[in-house]
Nanobody
Framework: QVELVESGGGLVQAGDSLTLSCVGF????????MGWFRQGAGKEREFVGN????????YYADSVKGRFAIYRDYVKNTVYLKMNSLKPEDTAVYYC?????????????????????WGQGTQVTVSA
């Protein structure tokens, strides 16, 4: 059963902006946290940012802080990743992730094992 569907990837030039979308299909109990990860060629998958679904609290990786922004649409059950001032090193497959389990007040939820569902990934390529 598909839980998350991403869209919006593509080929852009350095300095451009791009927005990714992720629709979640879990309606009954929803998600506690939705996040974005990315994996460059030959690299480990890394945390990009997340949003606590009810509170809207945001957390970003240092590498994207100030350039990327996460938005959520509570009604559409959709989370967006707006990426500004893109750099070639941002080139990666971007994955949406969602956590259905409860959350604690002190966890940052930056680890893959803390999420329950994953999207199929969408390629973002930034040319120099």
């Amino acid at each position: 059963q598909v839980e998350l569907v991403e869209s919006g990837g593509g080929l852009v030039q350095a300095g451009d902006s791009l927005t990714l979308s992720c629709v979640g299909f879990r309606r009954t109990f929803g998600y506690s946290v939705m996040g974005w990860f990315r994996q460059g060629a030959g690299k480990e998958r890394e945390f990009v940012g997340n949003v606590r679904w009810r509170s809207g609290s945001l957390y970003y990786a240092d590498s994207v802080k100030g350039r990327f922004a996460i938005y959520r649409d509570y009604v559409k059950n959709t989370v967006y990743l707006k990426m500004n001032s893109l750099k070639p090193e941002d080139t990666a497959v971007y994955y949406c992730a969602a956590r259905a389990r409860g959350i604690g007040s002190t966890n940052y939820y930056t680890l893959q094992e803390e999420f329950d569902y994953w999207g199929q990934g969408t390629q973002v390529t930034v040319s120099a």
